[in-house]
């Protein structure tokens, strides 16, 4: 619910202004349709923080500050260098020789950060840090990845100049030298030789610690889908959680036409609440009366760009604004690490991570301009020599997947409601790192503890939930992509040559066509016979990007170079 921007000057500066400015960008985190608490200023001779829309969950204690929650009691997680704390959380925390801005074990919540020769400054939002500076230096790294991902990609930003803080770890300011260092934990994926009894107890001990370990959520909602995770985090609850366990609230979302699927998320969601006792609701994610544009500027205010996954947020984020002015603190997700699905090639692995390449989409061949870009991934990202398959994949979930797309999905309800995941505790995270491939993969010790909480109601077989190549193939965002990339600003971007070939393979389909051609694929899908699907899967040597999907993309890019480039403007109008 609150977003941070946390600044310290090596020498003494004037206050006022200094909170002015900090306020004046703090509350411009905010979206423009809630009643909002003022917003949080910190003063001292050299440190300034800002906190817009404060809440009660915030942990302050004078310069020190930490957003999100600990599934811990720990009394020194605002001493530096000392210990990460258990949690889903940001902190930042200062003595009279060091500031520290942590991240916690798998970066669930993104902090980014600037230092020069008399400036520190850290915040959850880069666009609060560009407009501090008063003016944007673009990273051009970020084109490839977001056409070949939809997200900012694995090690840049929109500003050339800032950083993010690494996941299980923290940036370190030594105030006397005025040097920054990092400190990372390394993530180590070590199979233990244990009974599978003894495998088993550890990760039932793990779960049931966590989840004892959550308490005070009584204006807090668990969303519930039709699969095994949101079920699962429910069922903890209800065993181990000090909360009143009578009082549970449950939401659900996805298409309208979602309600009429007997084996979709809705209603099996629908079923587990009842079988439950928790109080239920339904938020449907279609398009609003609001303009589309207006959905998108919402869209990218909110989550900064750096993440294209619009389509649950298709009804101008009303899910989020109606549980806010319910008085609804927080969301509790079942985002996990239990082990992904089996995968047979390292392609699929990559596709599956959000990871790939734009020289793995064969139809992108055919752009100059994209061919051009230079694009490489991180040498840690790459699967290492005696690493399996499932290893890597499952690494890469926990090294990539969750701290850069999964934390920007997270940003985009920051500005409603806080957000945590009690699956992603260190304590289940280590037991999950000791595993044998075979007992993460498809879920499978998890899955086999959790037979023995489960009720009566079936799984669903199918996502209640929109995806983005069908929402970006409908005629008023089509029409919205191609007025943004015939615009001049595009031009100053992107070549003009590129932009209008992109638009030329736009396509518009209609409600009827979406329906038709997703069921034919279901159907196609379920016919072939398992092997040949593995044979399909292991032989496969590229991709095909939609090419809608890449000019929602383009327009992602533009827009968001215009917002930050317009800030130095305003910060001079002020």
């Known amino acids: 619910m609150s977003k941070i921007l946390y600044v310290y000057f090596r020498n003494p500066c004037e206050d006022s202004s200094q ?3 900090i306020k004046s960008i703090c509350d411009n985190f905010n979206p423009d349709d809630i009643n909002l608490a003022p917003t949080l200023l910190f003063t001292s001779e050299k440190n300034f923080y800002g906190v817009s829309n404060p809440t009660k969950n915030l942990k302050t204690d004078g310069a020190n500050i930490l957003l999100g929650k600990l599934f811990d009691k720990t009394e020194n997680w605002d001493k530096p260098v000392l210990e ?31 230092f020069n020769n008399e400036i520190f400054i850290a915040s959850t939002s880069q666009r609060g840090i560009i407009e501090f500076l008063g003016d944007f230096q673009f990273d051009k790294s970020v084109i490839p990845w977001i056409i070949s991902t939809g997200s900012l990609g694995p090690s840049s930003s929109w500003d050339k100049r800032i950083k993010k803080v690494p996941a299980d770890g923290s940036v370190i300011i030594d105030k006397t030298k005025w ?3 990092s400190k990372v934990n390394p993530v180590k994926f070590e199979p233990q030789k244990l009974a599978y009894k003894e495998q088993k107890n550890k990760l039932l001990d793990a779960l049931a610690s966590t989840f004892k370990s959550i308490k005070d959520i009584d204006n807090w909602n668990i969303t519930l889908s039709g699969g095994h995770d949101s079920r699962a985090i429910l069922l903890l609850l209800k065993k181990f959680s000090r909360s009143n366990r009578d009082k549970f609230k449950t939401i659900t979302w996805g298409e309208k036409n979602a309600i009429n699927d007997e084996m979709g998320d809705v209603l099996i969601a629908q079923k587990v609440a009842r079988k439950l006792n928790t109080r239920h609701l339904f938020f449907p994610t279609e398009l609003t009366n609001e303009n589309v544009n207006e959905i998108v500027e919402k869209f990218l205010k909110n989550g900064e760009g750096r993440i294209d996954h619009i389509a649950g947020y298709l009804d101008g984020f009303l899910i989020w604004k109606n549980l806010y002015e319910n008085g609804v603190e927080g969301i509790i997700r079942g985002d996990e690490v239990f082990g992904y699905n089996k995968i047979f090639s390292p392609l699929i692995v990559n ?4 990871l790939t390449l734009c020289s793995e989409f064969s139809n992108l061949k055919k752009y100059d301009f994209i061919q051009n870009l230079e694009q490489e991934k991180p040498n840690y990202l790459l699967q290492q020599n005696n690493e399996s398959i499932h290893t890597w994949r499952d690494r890469i979930f926990h090294q990539y997947r969750i701290p850069y797309i999964q934390s920007a999905l997270a940003d985009l309800k920051f500005a409603y409601v806080e957000q945590i995941n009690p699956f992603l505790s260190r304590k289940i995270v280590n037991v999950m790192r000791a595993l044998p491939d075979d007992l993460r993969t498809n879920k499978k010790l998890f899955k086999q503890i959790m037979t023995q909480l489960d009720i009566d109601v079936p799984y669903a077989k199918r996502d209640s939930n929109g ?15 191609k007025k943004e990339l015939s615009s001049h600003y595009a031009k100053t971007i992107f070549p003009e040559g590129f932009l209008t070939q992109v638009i030329k393979n736009l396509k518009v389909e209609n409600g ?10 279901k159907l196609i899908k379920q016919s ?14 590229s991709l095909i990007l939609d090419e809608n999907v890449l000019g929602f ?6 827009k968001m170079h215009k917002k930050l480039n317009k800030l130095k403007d305003e910060r001079v109008s002020n």
């Not at 704390?85 to 600037?114: H, M």
């Not at 995806?467 to 992509?481: A, R, S």
């Not at 699907?533 to 496969?540: D, G, T």
């Open 84 to 114: 990460y704390p258990d949690g889903n959380y940001a902190i930042f925390r200062s003595d009279g020789d060091k500031i520290e801005v942590v991240c916690d074990n798998l970066g669930t919540r993104c902090v980014w950060y600037y």
């Open 19 to 21: 909170n002015r400015k």
């Open 467 to 481: 995806l983005v190549v069908n929402i970006v193939k409908q005629k008023n965002m089509v029409d919205l992509i």
């Open 528 to 541: 072939l016979p398992i092997n040949f699907k593995k044979f399909l899967s292991r032989n496969r040597t």
């Open 512 to 521: 009827k066509e979406k329906i038709r051609n997703k069921n034919i694929l």
């Open 179 to 181: 040097e920054l260092y």
């Open 351 to 354: 596709s599956f991570m959000g």
């Open 553 to 558: 993309r383009i327009l992602i890019i533009c």
